[in-house]
């Protein structure tokens, strides 16, 4: 029998939360140039999976 608690959220919310801000720290870092490149290549996945 599979088990869900609020603490199980809330650990995987805080993991979530930690990965969010190190990817935003490590954006924070790039030129502008290398944002709007990554800003490109989001684009082009979000066209892709329609």
């Known amino acids: 029998m599979l088990t869900h608690t609020?603490?199980?959220d809330f650990t995987?919310?805080?993991?979530?939360e930690s990965?969010?801000?190190f990817l935003?720290?490590?954006?924070?870092t790039y030129s502008e140039a290398e944002r709007n490149?990554?800003?490109?290549l989001l684009g082009?996945?979000?066209?892709q999976r329609k």
């Open 6 to 8: 609020a603490h199980e």
């Open 12 to 16: 995987k919310m805080k993991k979530a």
């Open 19 to 21: 990965y969010l801000n």
């Open 24 to 28: 935003l720290e490590q954006y924070n």
């Open 37 to 40: 490149e990554l800003h490109d």
């Open 44 to 47: 082009n996945l979000k066209e």
